[in-house]
């Protein structure tokens, strides 16, 4: 079977299982204050050109949604996010078992607007019973989004600015941060990220590693004591040094990068072709998740080569489903898939 | 430096490291649902004789301890622990962020009884203001313990009659297991412990794995919708085969118990020889960690090439330090260490 | 000023003054163990019809919610609610603050639907990652609804139902419940009430008592040392018999009956009367909260008497407002009140 | 039967009672905003000689504390008690449900000392894995005690420096705190307490009122958004005024510390009685809770007219019993128990 569900099917980039066996027999302190960590967090502080940045590394990508949330809220505080996002469908309750609200907004594809942040927060602060309902405190936008999509420079900055604005934080959700980036239609750079938010993190457990994922903190207040978040949320890897040696790798000799716009472009390579044979498109996503409508006899087909995600059901006949190319993905996959589609639809 | 502070210093056992090289292209399902977690959850049933058991697997040792107390315990129950256990002391309060009270009890070495567990429980329910206080319904072991001594068979069956007649679950922290169970003095089996408890843990992190902690499930009730609970607490790995393949490397060839002997038989080494040297211990330990008192200006002769931990300090010119060994211990590092005390001695 | 804000404006019954009174020097146990609130327990099971229920009395609503939730559901459990209930919006987070999401469902009028419940329950069960996704167990309906209407005997049966087959807790919130029950439109009996909920409560608060709310469990699960949940939550009163008292004193006599009858009826005069002046409703109430729609200019004129809530701005010259009665609103204040709206038209 | 058992066996104060007869039409808004706490905390701001004060109205102790700690701690800062503190042990776990752990010290009598306090801090930030260990940030005394001791001013004031020092908040648990400033040994006054410490509270509850406890904040940081808290914990009344309307008549006319020298005295009274009667006691209380060790033949037929509290079994034939006095008690009472006594012993 061939792989097309996600991103983390299999294990990691080769550089880094080759220097995690040239470090294997080290001996190092734990809890992420050995060298690696610290080389890795000075590399990534220079590629988001943010010097006074803090990084820390986490192993997941909810684990750190509910230890930022834990850290940057107060009880009485909630987080703004689109319905669709992550942390409000997918992680189980964990920013409200860590005693927190997500503010929900409806969104036509996953981004929120810099107008409806303004408009909900204003509206909250003006009505006279405020203290009787959560107060919005926090952003939390997924870049890119859940349906693949991405913010543009001019609408993250927006969104900055109305947040700096009203005092909410903004925190971006990172987990697939280098396929939005080396997307072709960015015009985002790593540094403005980490301009533009307060709190962000850089995905690994999606992008080349077998599981970490760097936040980098930008904004001072949420610094203060973020090592007791980490460690409280059971996010302290007693090996530390296993996220710093991955991290470090990934951001070697443009690695994190590289490996990214490898995966955008077999994206964008299998968007264009399916577009050419007319399939419809469940969401209009330029990185590395594209969701594809298809006939579901067609599927029954595929299926017994393909593993894909059910998105959801279309119609009597059709059904949307994800397919993920990743930094693993082998081009001839792509290839051997756009052509068994173009064979079963007699292309 | 030589390292003789913890146990998770190094990496991983090198038949670990060769099996996630060697599997490194595959793709597998995400979140624990692929072929080697099922794998090394039978190979576990297995070395449990415990074909009904649930097998779960987690990364790290708080996180572990955080999603069993939170999955066993309603909101007024808490977990009775040792003043010493980990849970009390070193995970930040993650029982108490997961709403839970450690009801704590002093212990001359870590052990906890199966008089007071009983003492302590009759009497919450005898109290005619019951309903005012945190109701006990877990025990916490930790096996070894923090100052590494150890239950022996007689002590744990008599601490499960207790719990079940009371209606407490048992849960065992076996984040050291194999070094409890390989040391001389030990007389319980895996096998045992499973049955003794109702939920416990064999650890990874500290026994040859990168990281990882597979929970063993014995008691019906605590099996219940157990995997929402892991993915709350942002303890689901995406790529959970990665657990799957190190537990599953363990647990071949009799390789978790080997390689735990080989720390036990270090421990005693290191012991018997000290106690020749007269010098005094802190605790009485049987296994892996011995803590021992050494003079001020001894220890800081030895920093100078090997790093231990800081426990107490005893008195105006004598420190208490923990010494490990571990499954990664070069048994000539440990002839080293014994060859300059004795020199420092001048013995 | 005359007050049509809400219906927790004045103090309470005369009648329940009077037993205060004469009960104020007595000696009594605390924590709702004396017997005022056995009788009073005693009086409510028998008005439900309800021998074997459990009876337990906190102070106010969002207290009583955050118990019940608390009580109710595991940490990876959710509360489905209707987007407007009281839970979700006007509770500042309490049962996120236990730990429970609100799975929110949008509604046209406050009411949730027995097809809606079952669809995303039965959703929820059918998808393949339902353990990523917080677990529907407790449906929490207001009645009358935040935005007065109410369930019919024949709805509330059906979610009856559908909740039982999926082994959801049915939940209602009856701070109101008095005014909805003696409302023309209902064709419920608190008796029906009782056998189709797990638990509900009989709002005190604003249906004549100084404070308190009568909880009411039918359900074995959910009666499980409740008291300790009461007191956990800061919601066990220490004189507990003032609750005993004052729920004594509501349900005897036929007293909390015939007190919300009386707001009903007042509720329909306005509502009645308003109709023939050709105002516009909001909503569609037949209970003690009337919510219409106002020029701007006229409210303008109106609010130097009277004091209303803000609901929403409609249109640009618009408004909606909510006027409530209650037990304590005098007759000749609503005849005031359209007398001067009459006035004010011209008419 | 005469009620010695606790001192919240009764209702109110006549006067308050009175008062809220007389204002019972009346119509407010509600949750607190009304004149009647606008009045209230002027006299409490006054009392207390702390104009720029915020001071807020619950209803019951374990909420106050729990909506204290709740509002003043990170989620991995607890709060430093003595272990026999109503928020250690009679509250159900509710700081830890609210996620924080009480770090608990043992006391000869209940009070903690400003030394304990600064060495517990001091060693804290002094171990280099701090961030694994909960972080003391809050301290919680009673006064008087759950012993019936009380804090001298200089011990307060030591208290109070030695946390200021360390950037911990000081939080005054004053449930019986009129029993406390009135009594003979006391040398501290409401306004040097105010002064001390960073929030307090005034309890209600036990002097005089039917419920309610006055909080009072003196420290910037701890106002903010404080209503939030109360909603959120479910301490907000909706018919707010009746905690204005008792806090105002109890700080009219001297009334909270005229009756609170009502209870010391005959507290007093009862003491030096029983020592003359050479009758032991189980802890050495100036304030309203005497603890006084009795024979338990002669506890049987003192319990056919006098309910006390159950304390503890000192020996085989001794028991100790709590006895209190409050605001409502009276002196005939005291004089009749004490005649029993002394007729029971043959005196």
């Known amino acids: 079977m061939i792989y097309f569900n996600s991103d983390y099917t299999e294990g990691c980039h080769p550089a880094i299982l080759a220097k995690l066996a040239e470090t294997n027999r080290e001996q190092t302190p734990g809890y992420g204050e050995d060298d690696y960590c610290k080389l890795a967090a000075d590399k990534i502080r220079e590629a988001c050109q943010a010097p006074e940045a803090d990084v820390h590394f986490l192993t997941g990508g909810t684990q750190t949604n509910m230890t930022v949330t834990a850290a940057a809220l107060k009880p009485y505080q909630g987080v703004i996010t689109a319905s669709c996002g992550h942390i409000n469908v997918h992680e189980t309750g964990a920013p409200e078992a860590a005693g927190h ?50 913010y543009k420079k001019e609408e993250l900055r927006e969104i900055s600015r109305v947040c700096r604005e009203r005092g909410l934080f903004l925190f971006l959700d990172g987990a697939r941060l280098g396929y939005g980036l080396m997307c072709r239609e960015n015009d985002l750079t790593l540094a403005e990220i980490a301009e533009y938010t307060d709190i ?94 298809l006939p579901d006899a067609l599927l029954e087909q595929l299926k017994k080569t393909y593993v894909f995600s059910h998105v959801a059901r279309v119609d ?32």
Request: aromatic share 10%.
């Open 101 to 150: 609200k997500c503010l929900v907004m409806e969104t036509p594809d996953g981004r929120l607007t810099a107008r409806q942040i303004a408009a909900y927060t204003d509206a909250h602060y003006a009505d006279e019973s405020a203290e009787h309902m959560v107060q919005p405190k926090m952003v939390y936008l997924s870049y890119p989004t859940e349906t693949g999509t991405i």
């Open 200 to 293: 962000f993190y850089i995905g690994g457990t999606k992008v080349g590693a077998l599981f970490g994922e760097a936040v980098v903190i930008t904004r001072e207040e949420l610094k203060v004591d973020f090592r007791y978040h980490i460690k409280q949320r059971g996010a302290m890897l007693a090996k530390g040094r296993l996220l710093g040696i991955q991290f470090l790798t990934l951001f070697e000799d443009n690695r994190y990068f590289e490996i990214s716009a490898h995966a955008a472009r077999l994206a964008e390579k299998l968007k264009e072709e399916l577009i050419k044979m007319n399939i419809p498109f469940y969401s209009d996503s330029p990185t590395n998740q594209q969701f594809v409508i």
């Open 316 to 347: 009597g006949t059709h059904s949307a489903v994800r397919l993920c190319t990743s930094w693993a993905t082998r081009e001839e996959d792509v290839d051997q898939l756009l052509a068994d589609i173009r064979g079963l639809l007699g292309l």
